[in-house]
């Protein structure tokens, strides 16, 4: 790999890339007026498809037939750029318990 090719259609079509490609996207762009008011998993799910359908066109591999496994494959990077908290739990609060606190 030269330097000139930080990323690669090779590396961007693999699990590792299309997440990392799909959380740089995602933070650069979620700030913008129109986008801010998506939920941020949906936001990272429509990138992460859009990425998986342009690699498997630039790639050669786009079928239609594939459509439905793009997205199942779009949903597990959604699921990993996000770090899966955010859908499975939505509010965790940790309570303090007063018992166990150093008294002074």
């Avoid at 690669?8 to 699990?15: A, G, K, R, V």
């Avoid at 990138?47 to 494959?73: D, E, K, R």
Wanted: one cysteine or more.
């Amino acid at each position: 790999m030269e330097f000139t090719d930080f990323l690669t259609i090779d590396y961007i079509s693999t699990f590792m890339g299309t997440v990392a490609v799909t959380m740089l996207v995602v933070q650069f762009l979620k700030d913008l007026p129109g986008i801010k008011k998506i939920p941020t998993r949906y936001f990272t799910f429509v990138i992460a498809f859009l990425n998986i359908l342009i690699c498997s066109a630039l790639t050669g591999n786009f079928a239609v037939s594939n459509l439905y496994l793009m997205l199942i494959n779009a949903v597990l990077v959604c699921f990993t750029a996000t770090g899966g908290y955010d859908f499975a739990i939505k509010n965790v609060k940790i309570q303090k318990d007063k018992s166990t606190e150093l008294k002074e």
